[in-house]
T-cell receptor, first 114, second 114 residues
Framework: DQQVKQNSPSLSVQEGRISILNCDYTNSMFDYFLWYKKYPAEGPTFLISISSIKDKNEDGRFTVFLNKSAKHLSLHIVPSQPGDSAVYFC?????????????FGKGTKLSVIP | ETGVTQSPTHLIKTRGQQVTLRCSSQ?????VSWYQQALGQGPQFIFQYYREEENGRGNFPPRFSGLQFPNYSSELNVNALELDDSALYLC?????????????FGPGTRLTVL
Protein backbone atom coordinates (compact mmCIF):
# COMPACT_ATOMS: atom_id res chain seq x y z
CA ASP A 1 0.00 0.00 0.00
CA GLN A 2 1.24 3.42 -0.92
CA GLN A 3 1.25 5.65 2.14
CA VAL A 4 2.36 8.77 0.28
CA LYS A 5 0.73 9.53 -3.04
CA GLN A 6 1.51 12.06 -5.72
CA ASN A 7 -1.30 11.56 -8.18
CA SER A 8 -0.01 13.85 -10.92
CA PRO A 9 2.95 12.29 -12.73
CA SER A 10 3.64 15.53 -14.58
CA LEU A 11 2.82 19.23 -14.60
CA SER A 12 3.59 21.98 -17.14
CA VAL A 13 3.58 25.62 -16.13
CA GLN A 14 4.46 28.85 -17.91
CA GLU A 15 7.46 30.75 -16.60
CA GLY A 16 6.42 33.37 -14.05
CA ARG A 17 3.20 31.60 -13.11
CA ILE A 18 2.50 29.57 -9.99
CA SER A 19 3.31 25.86 -9.80
CA ILE A 20 1.24 23.80 -7.37
CA LEU A 21 2.34 20.26 -6.60
CA ASN A 22 0.10 18.06 -4.52
CA CYS A 23 0.67 15.16 -2.17
CA ASP A 24 -1.69 12.98 -0.11
CA TYR A 25 -0.84 10.60 2.71
CA THR A 26 -2.75 7.86 4.46
CA ASN A 27 -0.72 7.22 7.62
CA SER A 28 -1.98 9.52 10.38
CA MET A 29 1.20 8.82 12.37
CA PHE A 30 3.27 10.90 9.96
CA ASP A 31 4.19 14.19 11.61
CA TYR A 32 6.95 15.59 9.45
CA PHE A 33 6.84 16.25 5.74
CA LEU A 34 9.51 17.21 3.27
CA TRP A 35 9.81 18.12 -0.39
CA TYR A 36 12.82 17.13 -2.43
CA LYS A 37 13.77 18.16 -5.94
CA LYS A 38 15.66 15.81 -8.22
CA TYR A 39 17.48 16.54 -11.44
CA PRO A 40 18.51 13.66 -13.76
CA ALA A 41 21.75 11.95 -12.71
CA GLU A 42 21.71 13.68 -9.31
CA GLY A 43 20.46 12.72 -5.87
CA PRO A 44 17.37 14.36 -4.37
CA THR A 45 18.01 17.85 -3.00
CA PHE A 46 16.13 18.99 0.10
CA LEU A 47 13.80 21.89 -0.65
CA ILE A 48 11.50 22.64 2.26
CA SER A 49 9.82 20.88 5.16
CA ILE A 50 6.92 21.29 7.54
CA SER A 51 6.05 19.88 10.92
CA SER A 52 2.52 18.72 11.66
CA ILE A 53 2.16 21.45 14.29
CA LYS A 54 2.17 24.03 11.51
CA ASP A 55 -0.04 24.52 8.49
CA LYS A 56 2.30 26.64 6.41
CA ASN A 57 6.02 27.11 5.93
CA GLU A 58 7.60 29.57 3.54
CA ASP A 59 11.12 29.85 2.14
CA GLY A 60 11.60 32.37 -0.61
CA ARG A 61 9.63 31.31 -3.67
CA PHE A 62 8.62 28.03 -2.05
CA THR A 63 5.67 27.56 0.31
CA VAL A 64 4.37 24.29 1.69
CA PHE A 65 0.81 24.01 3.01
CA LEU A 66 -0.37 21.20 5.25
CA ASN A 67 -4.02 20.22 5.76
CA LYS A 68 -3.92 17.52 8.45
CA SER A 69 -7.63 16.82 8.43
CA ALA A 70 -7.50 16.08 4.71
CA LYS A 71 -4.07 14.40 4.97
CA HIS A 72 -2.95 16.63 2.13
CA LEU A 73 0.00 18.87 1.48
CA SER A 74 0.98 21.06 -1.40
CA LEU A 75 4.06 22.86 -2.60
CA HIS A 76 3.63 26.26 -4.22
CA ILE A 77 6.39 27.77 -6.33
CA VAL A 78 5.95 31.45 -7.18
CA PRO A 79 7.10 32.65 -9.63
CA SER A 80 8.11 29.50 -11.49
CA GLN A 81 11.44 29.58 -13.30
CA PRO A 82 12.85 27.29 -16.03
CA GLY A 83 15.50 26.09 -13.55
CA ASP A 84 12.69 24.68 -11.41
CA SER A 85 12.09 21.99 -14.04
CA ALA A 86 12.79 18.74 -12.20
CA VAL A 87 11.06 15.82 -10.51
CA TYR A 88 9.59 16.78 -7.12
CA PHE A 89 9.18 14.17 -4.41
CA CYS A 90 6.99 14.47 -1.36
CA UNK A 91 8.26 12.53 1.68
CA UNK A 92 6.95 11.88 5.17
CA UNK A 93 8.32 10.58 8.44
CA UNK A 94 7.12 10.01 11.96
CA UNK A 95 8.95 10.85 15.17
CA UNK A 96 9.34 8.26 17.87
CA UNK A 97 9.82 5.54 15.29
CA UNK A 98 13.52 5.46 16.01
CA UNK A 99 14.88 5.35 12.53
CA UNK A 100 13.26 8.45 11.02
CA UNK A 101 12.85 6.66 7.73
CA UNK A 102 11.41 8.68 4.90
CA UNK A 103 8.43 7.39 2.92
CA PHE A 104 8.34 8.89 -0.55
CA GLY A 105 5.71 9.43 -3.19
CA LYS A 106 6.39 8.51 -6.81
CA GLY A 107 7.20 12.08 -7.79
CA THR A 108 5.79 14.76 -10.08
CA LYS A 109 7.79 15.95 -13.06
CA LEU A 110 7.52 19.73 -13.32
CA SER A 111 8.26 21.43 -16.63
CA VAL A 112 8.47 25.21 -16.60
CA ILE A 113 8.09 26.56 -20.10
CA PRO A 114 9.98 29.77 -20.94
CA GLU B 1 31.89 21.35 3.70
CA THR B 2 31.86 18.12 1.65
CA GLY B 3 28.47 16.68 0.85
CA VAL B 4 27.44 13.03 0.65
CA THR B 5 29.52 11.07 -1.84
CA GLN B 6 28.89 7.63 -3.29
CA SER B 7 30.94 5.17 -5.30
CA PRO B 8 30.90 3.81 -7.87
CA THR B 9 28.68 5.95 -10.08
CA HIS B 10 27.60 3.06 -12.28
CA LEU B 11 27.90 -0.68 -11.95
CA ILE B 12 26.92 -3.64 -14.13
CA LYS B 13 26.61 -7.09 -12.59
CA THR B 14 25.09 -10.41 -13.59
CA ARG B 15 22.39 -12.30 -11.77
CA GLY B 16 23.66 -14.22 -8.76
CA GLN B 17 26.69 -12.01 -8.17
CA GLN B 18 27.36 -9.89 -5.11
CA VAL B 19 27.88 -6.13 -5.01
CA THR B 20 29.18 -3.57 -2.51
CA LEU B 21 28.25 0.10 -2.72
CA ARG B 22 29.96 2.80 -0.68
CA CYS B 23 28.88 6.05 0.88
CA SER B 24 30.70 8.84 2.71
CA SER B 25 28.43 10.91 4.89
CA GLN B 26 28.44 14.67 5.08
CA UNK B 27 30.85 16.11 7.64
CA UNK B 28 29.34 16.04 11.13
CA UNK B 29 26.59 13.57 10.21
CA UNK B 30 26.54 10.29 12.12
CA UNK B 31 23.42 8.70 10.67
CA VAL B 32 23.34 7.07 7.24
CA SER B 33 20.28 5.73 5.43
CA TRP B 34 20.09 3.73 2.23
CA TYR B 35 17.28 3.89 -0.31
CA GLN B 36 16.49 2.02 -3.52
CA GLN B 37 14.86 3.93 -6.36
CA ALA B 38 13.45 1.82 -9.17
CA LEU B 39 12.59 3.43 -12.49
CA GLY B 40 9.49 5.61 -12.22
CA GLN B 41 9.22 5.15 -8.46
CA GLY B 42 10.11 7.16 -5.41
CA PRO B 43 13.04 6.10 -3.21
CA GLN B 44 12.27 3.16 -0.90
CA PHE B 45 13.90 2.87 2.52
CA ILE B 46 16.28 -0.09 2.86
CA PHE B 47 17.86 0.52 6.29
CA GLN B 48 19.54 3.08 8.47
CA TYR B 49 22.78 3.01 10.48
CA TYR B 50 23.49 5.03 13.58
CA ARG B 51 26.70 4.68 15.58
CA GLU B 52 27.68 1.60 13.57
CA GLU B 53 24.47 -0.28 14.33
CA GLU B 54 21.41 -0.93 12.20
CA ASN B 55 18.67 1.40 13.38
CA GLY B 56 15.60 0.46 11.39
CA ARG B 57 14.99 -1.61 8.28
CA GLY B 58 12.49 -1.44 5.46
CA ASN B 59 10.83 -4.31 3.62
CA PHE B 60 13.97 -5.76 2.03
CA PRO B 61 15.24 -9.36 2.29
CA PRO B 62 18.31 -10.32 4.38
CA ARG B 63 20.50 -10.50 1.27
CA PHE B 64 20.58 -6.70 1.58
CA SER B 65 23.03 -5.93 4.38
CA GLY B 66 25.12 -3.01 5.48
CA LEU B 67 27.88 -1.66 7.62
CA GLN B 68 28.78 1.64 9.15
CA PHE B 69 32.35 2.47 10.05
CA PRO B 70 33.73 4.61 12.92
CA ASN B 71 34.15 7.55 10.51
CA TYR B 72 30.40 7.20 9.75
CA SER B 73 30.94 6.07 6.16
CA SER B 74 28.81 3.12 5.13
CA GLU B 75 28.54 0.16 2.79
CA LEU B 76 25.53 -1.53 1.26
CA ASN B 77 26.01 -5.16 0.27
CA VAL B 78 23.63 -7.12 -1.90
CA ASN B 79 24.10 -10.87 -2.32
CA ALA B 80 22.62 -13.18 -4.94
CA LEU B 81 21.66 -10.32 -7.23
CA GLU B 82 18.33 -10.52 -9.01
CA LEU B 83 17.18 -8.67 -12.13
CA ASP B 84 14.76 -6.62 -10.01
CA ASP B 85 17.69 -5.24 -8.01
CA SER B 86 18.48 -2.99 -10.98
CA ALA B 87 17.90 0.49 -9.60
CA LEU B 88 19.47 3.71 -8.37
CA TYR B 89 20.82 3.24 -4.86
CA LEU B 90 20.84 6.40 -2.79
CA CYS B 91 22.65 7.10 0.42
CA UNK B 92 21.52 9.89 2.74
CA UNK B 93 23.11 11.28 5.87
CA UNK B 94 21.65 13.32 8.67
CA UNK B 95 23.04 15.21 11.67
CA UNK B 96 23.03 13.82 15.20
CA UNK B 97 19.60 14.06 16.82
CA UNK B 98 18.27 16.12 13.96
CA UNK B 99 14.93 17.47 15.13
CA UNK B 100 13.97 18.25 11.57
CA UNK B 101 14.73 14.76 10.26
CA UNK B 102 16.23 16.26 7.14
CA UNK B 103 18.30 13.76 5.23
CA UNK B 104 20.82 14.90 2.66
CA PHE B 105 21.32 12.65 -0.33
CA GLY B 106 24.29 11.66 -2.41
CA PRO B 107 24.19 11.38 -6.20
CA GLY B 108 23.49 7.66 -6.13
CA THR B 109 24.93 4.50 -7.68
CA ARG B 110 23.16 3.15 -10.76
CA LEU B 111 23.20 -0.67 -10.57
CA THR B 112 22.27 -2.74 -13.61
CA VAL B 113 21.80 -6.49 -13.18
CA LEU B 114 21.89 -8.54 -16.38
Amino acid sequence: DQQVKQNSPSLSVQEGRISILNCDYTNSMFDYFLWYKKYPAEGPTFLISISSIKDKNEDGRFTVFLNKSAKHLSLHIVPSQPGDSAVYFCAASRSGAGSYQLTFGKGTKLSVIP
Amino acid sequence: ETGVTQSPTHLIKTRGQQVTLRCSSQSGHNTVSWYQQALGQGPQFIFQYYREEENGRGNFPPRFSGLQFPNYSSELNVNALELDDSALYLCASSPPASPTDTQYFGPGTRLTVL
